[in-house]
């Protein structure tokens, strides 16, 4: 559970800086990067890639919160 609110924060925070998220406290950088954890694991299982390991997490964390910040842009804008 800590382990996932690390990737979480990290992610997110990460994914906030690519995307250019410019307004959002302690708690969106979190719930950011929790999504993009949901949705970089579905998508990466989907192509068959499973990350094991802290950074490999990160790193297919980073790549859901960019995916989900993306669509999250063209449907609330």
Known sequence: MLTSL???IISG???G???GVK???FIKT??????????GG??????GFYAYG????IMVSVLGACIFLYIA???FK
């Open 6 to 8: 690390i990737i979480g």
């Open 13 to 15: 925070w990460i994914a």
């Open 17 to 19: 800086r690519i995307m």
């Open 23 to 25: 307004k959002g406290g």
């Open 30 to 39: 979190i719930a950011i990067g929790i999504a993009g954890s949901f949705v």
């Open 42 to 47: 579905g998508i990466m299982s989907l192509v």
């Open 54 to 57: 802290f950074l490999a997490n």
């Open 73 to 75: 842009k063209k449907i």
